[in-house]
Every structure is written in C-alpha cells, then in structure tokens.
C-alpha cells in the first residue's frame, strides 16, 4: 500500500474508489468500510484509497482533550495496507482542512486530488467545516461532480452492539484486553520506549522492560495481564515476538505512584532494551494489580503469574532468572 502525505505525493490523472474517516484501531466497523470500498473498485478497475487525518481532529478542536488514540498512526496504517487498499492519502489536518466548505472539501481532495468515481462511507458520516456536510450533501455534490456514494451500514456484534472506537476505549479502560481484541480484529497494542526503572524485578528474578513517559496507544487498566514484547529489527519492518508478563500500574507494593507498563519476557537474561522502542501487545488479563503480606507472597503470585502466562500463550513455563545472570545495565 502506498501512503500520501501530500496532494504532490499523488499520481496525475487518478481514478479510484475513496472511503474517508480516522481509522482510530480498525475495528470490525472501519474493516467493513473498507472492504466495500476495496470490493467496489475492483469491480470498477481503480485504485481503492482511503483518506485519512492526522491529528486527530478532535484532539486538534479539543487540545485540552483527554482522548487518547487506540492506536498510533504507523499502526493504523499497518492495518490499513492489510485490507488490500492501493493507498492512503493521510491529510495533515489544520485550519487549511478543517475551514473548507463540504464543496472545497470535495473538489479540492476527493474530484481533483483523487478522481473519485465513487465514495465509500458509513451512514453518520459527517465532513467539511464545523461538520455541515453529512450523507446527504455528499449525495448532493456526487451528482454534481461525477461520483456516486455508497453508504454502509452499521456492523453490529452479536449481542447486537455497535463495533465502535469508543466501546474500546470502555473494554481497555475496564482491563478487558481480550474483549478489546475482539472488537478490534487483533490484538491491541501500545509502543514506548524502554527506560530505566528502579530494577526491583531484576532483583527479584523478574527483569523487566520498562514504559513510563510517551507512551503511544491506550495503556489497559492496572493489572497482570499474558501478552508479548515485539522488537522492531531495523528498517526492513521485521520483528521479533517475545512472550511476556506484563505488569500495569503504580506497583503497590512498593508503594509506588508513578504509572508504568513492565514487561518480563518469560526466562531471558540476556536482553538489553533500553533506549529500544518496542511494542506490547495484550493478549488476556490475568488478575488485578494488588498489593501482598509479604514478599514471599508476591513471589508466589508472581510465579504463578509466568505459568498462567506461558499456559496462555502457549510456550514453554520458565522459572525465575538468576539476578546475577542479568546482562543489561
């Protein structure tokens, strides 16, 4: 999938199939949408593209806003080229976007940037300055510029819920990894970049892979919870899947007030993350964030929490590592 950040970066004299929204974790609802607009131009013999904004908007109208994106941009659009999109043209989103009628919104990106022949979106869609424009202005300025619309539906879960960002917003906020993967499509995940903490887990025999401070995506609500430590190798995309028990929270049993993301990637001694930036994917909680009687206790716990973890990922149940055999300093 080729990605466009600007109207130069698009080739002259294009002809496609344009769905239009902010993809915020393409859930099952942005999937679907998708997925017309892909079926639609392979039918029609374009180019399928989806447009795109970054900020996003309602952090841009609402700065002091406490939304937080599911996913960061990279990661949306990895999920975007999965659906067999040709491109995305991801549009800077600023005063000299969001100041645009419905109709310079149209003949500005979609008629002359994109040559859309055809328009996919779902049914409460809403564009052009202070959200004038909905389905039926769309309709409208087809009719006028040469392009159709096709309106898709809501998708409902089976219990009859609307699949939607904020509901996994709710299921994160609730712990609710494994509900959240569900709405989603795929695991939910977060980046950051390794800092250094105050090494109680490697003393422990728990090494971890610590994420405080700009952490991009929504971190879960405090718990233990199986998930994995993806190490991005170079430039070539690779990556490398590391199991891992991943703890979230201020660490109350040291009384801790900081709220941080701890990774430890099941048996390893030999991993020097700092300064890395890595992602975490969750996969299932395994219990609250708690606080023991005594340190025997959370050792225990502990020990248990690497078995349940390895059982859910299924690798191989480790022991705890040798704090002496610990590599990175």
Not at 46 to 68: E, G, M, S, W, Y
Not at 304 to 314: F, I, K, N, S
Request: hydrophobic letters at 40%; charged letters at 25%; a negative charge.
């Amino acid at each position: 999938m080729k990605i466009w950040r600007s109207i130069e970066d698009i080739p002259n004299e294009m002809t496609s199939v344009v769905t239009i929204g902010n993809f915020d974790g393409m859930h099952e609802g942005h999937r679907q949408v998708i997925a017309t607009a892909v079926a639609r131009a392979r039918s029609r013999g374009v180019k399928a593209v989806a447009c795109t904004f970054d900020p996003h908007p309602r952090i841009v109208h609402n700065p002091d806003t406490a939304l937080k994106l599911i996913s960061p941009l990279r990661d949306r659009l990895d999920a975007m080229a999965a659906t067999g999109l040709d491109a995305t043209f991801v549009i800077h989103y600023d005063a000299s976007v969001y100041s645009l009628t419905p109709r310079e919104f149209v003949e500005k990106y979609l008629v002359q940037a994109l040559g859309a022949v055809e328009v996919v979106v779902g049914k409460d869609f809403r564009f052009g300055r202070e959200n004038s424009g909905d389905l039926a202005t769309l309709r409208q300025l087809g009719q006028e510029f040469g392009f159709t619309v096709e309106s898709v539906e809501d998708v409902e879960a089976p219990e009859g819920r609307r699949w939607s960002s904020s509901w996994v917003r709710e299921l994160l906020e609730e712990g609710d990894v494994s509900g959240a993967a569900r709405v989603l499509g795929h695991l939910h995940r977060i980046r950051g970049t390794v800092e250094h903490g105050y090494k109680r887990g490697r003393e422990l025999g728990f090494p971890t892979a610590n994420l405080c401070n700009d952490i991009e995506g929504v971190v879960p609500g405090d718990g233990v919870y199986a998930g994995w430590l993806v190490r991005h190798v170079g430039d070539s995309g690779a990556a490398e899947f590391l199991p891992a028990a991943i703890s979230v929270g201020t660490n109350p049993q040291f009384e801790g007030e900081v709220r941080t993301v701890e990774a430890h990637v099941l048996g390893r001694s030999d991993l020097n993350l700092y300064g890395e930036n890595v992602s975490i994917m969750f996969v299932s909680r395994i219990r609250a964030m708690e606080s023991f009687d005594s340190l025997d206790a959370l050792l225990c716990r502990m020990d248990e929490d690497l078995r349940v973890t390895a059982y859910v990922l299924g690798v191989g149940v480790p022991t705890r590592v040798d704090p002496q055999a610990v590599t990175a300093r």
